[in-house]
């Protein structure tokens, strides 16, 4: 209905986020973040990183998946974002109808999560 009323409104995309918490991350998932550590660089004695994060954008055939991860303790946080792009707030309120929009964005989003959650038991 939104759309419907700002249909004279420059509109070039929507998105769902997601967000899922990992309270105890596995040896390989922490390994993970071990490229974004550059505690090692630093001449000083005594540093330690407190938080670590990567990130990744990936293009599918109907939408942009960003996935960014944070590393603090043993806490991984994980944010998603499935971002559509359209031309128009018709386009966006046609692809909104589709009732299954946002379920398959959540369980692909869980589906990564749980893979991330058990690489321990992958590897």
């Known amino acids: 209905k939104i759309l419907e009323l700002l249909s004279h409104t420059p509109i070039t995309g929507f998105g769902f986020n997601f967000a899922h918490e990992i309270e105890d991350t596995s040896v390989p998932l922490r390994k993970t973040f071990s490229s974004s550590d550059i505690s090692m660089f630093l001449e000083e004695a005594d540093v330690q990183t407190v938080v670590q994060k ?11 998946l960003s ?5 603090e303790g043993n806490k991984t946080t994980l944010q998603f974002n499935a971002h559509f792009e359209v031309t128009s707030a018709a386009e966006a309120s046609q ?14 989003t869980s589906s990564i999560a749980q893979k991330l959650h058990d690489l321990g038991d992958i590897l």
């Open 67 to 71: 996935v960014n991860a944070e590393l």
């Open 95 to 108: 692809l909104l109808k589709d009732s299954t929009l946002y379920s398959s964005a959540e369980k692909i």
């Open 54 to 64: 990567w990130g990744s954008t990936i293009k599918t055939q109907l939408y942009l």
